[in-house]
């Protein structure tokens, strides 16, 4: 049988999964406490909550060395302690640093097609400019050395410094974080535990003592509501029936990726007429009250209406009370 190892917080896991025959044993690694992936959802905690899943926590962390104090710091920022970062005292040798042999680079894209593959988050620094050539080398900390011509040349960037984002799950030797009131709409628990367990050896952190504890205090990505793991736990007839009545509701459309109702979809099934600027304002209603309810916004998927093909909106089927309202209070003032 089978057996696929998929490392959670990477794209193209539904792809995966579609290609895999039934049969097939998944086997997912990852963090569930890090940043969730940019797309939607957050498979692997709500797999975790369900308890249903077979799951084993590795108790041996590798990322540091043994008894780092970001080990300590980490775990006292997931029990929402502030930690006191004050007291570290392994500041006197982080720059030295004895890597600058050139402009250090990034790999912004997936490349197969060379050994070893370079992959989207992975560092490197220039060794070789052929300005006749327009030609750059790049050497890779994974041993890819690579050419790019201006036809490739988007497929790289500087990195003097990066985002927890963009470092795409990397380890460093050093990672300077900083914390400023100014960016307090961004910073969570999850952004600062994550960025603290990319450091390697030592992590800094720049900036107020209470914006720290704002970090720590913060944690919105758990408010993103998938309700993964309450299917898991819902009997196969009862979810099939309540899908079911809620399909019947009207408007609801069979697509590639399953049922979902559109503003669009639902004026044609009630027959009902909107200018462009109706059309906006039921949007912008529906978009307002699914985001109130269920804590993120639907997907967009290409729709063609009156011939033109652009992406809008899909909402599930348990949204179609919610279109129903914003088209009312638009229509029906």
């Known amino acids: 049988m089978l057996v696929v190892l998929v490392v959670a917080g990477t794209n193209g896991k539904t792809t995966l999964l579609k290609a895999l025959k ?3 044993r998944i086997l997912l690694v990852g963090d569930s406490n890090q940043l969730p992936s940019v797309g ?3 498979v692997l905690r709500d797999l975790i909550l369900s308890e249903l899943i077979p799951t084993t926590q590795l108790p041996t962390i590798y990322g540091q060395q043994y008894e780092s104090p970001i080990i300590y710091a980490a775990e006292e920022v997931l029990s929402g302690k502030v930690p006191a970062l004050h007291q570290f005292k392994e500041l006197s040798s982080w720059m030295d640093v004895a890597d600058c042999v050139g402009d250090r680079m990034i790999q912004l894209v997936n490349r197969y097609d060379m050994t070893p593959a370079v992959m989207n988050g992975e560092s490197g620094w220039v060794v070789a400019v052929e300005a006749k050539q327009k030609r750059v080398t790049v050497e890779f900390e994974g041993g890819a050395c690579v050419d790019y011509l201006p036809s490739n040349f988007d497929q790289i960037a500087h990195a003097y410094c990066l985002t927890c984002h963009k470092s795409q799950g990397s380890e460093f030797q050093y990672v300077i974080m900083p914390l400023q009131k100014s960016n307090r709409r961004m910073l969570t628990h ?13 992590f800094i952190a720049v900036g107020q003592p209470e914006t720290l504890q704002m970090a720590v205090a913060t944690d919105k990505p758990a408010r993103c509501y998938t309700q993964l793991s309450q299917f898991l736990l819902t009997q196969e ?63 967009k998927q290409l729709e063609v209406v009156e011939g033109m093909r652009f992406k809008t909106y899909h909402y599930g089927v348990e949204a179609v009370d919610l279109i129903e309202r914003a088209i009312d209070a638009v229509l029906n003032p």
């Open 190 to 202: 999850q952004l600062l535990y994550t960025t603290m367990t990319r450091a390697v050896g030592t």
């Open 237 to 299: 007839k009862d979810l099939t029936g309540a899908m079911g009545s809620l399909g019947a509701a009207g408007g609801v459309s069979q697509g590639k990726q399953g049922k979902f109702v559109t503003i669009a979809s639902r004026l044609r099934e009630r027959k009902l007429g909107a200018t462009k600027g109706q059309m906006t304002s039921i949007g912008s209603l529906a978009l307002r009250l699914y985001e109130d309810k269920f804590g993120h916004r639907p997907s």
């Open 22 to 24: 039934p049969t097939t």
């Open 40 to 42: 939607a959802g957050m």
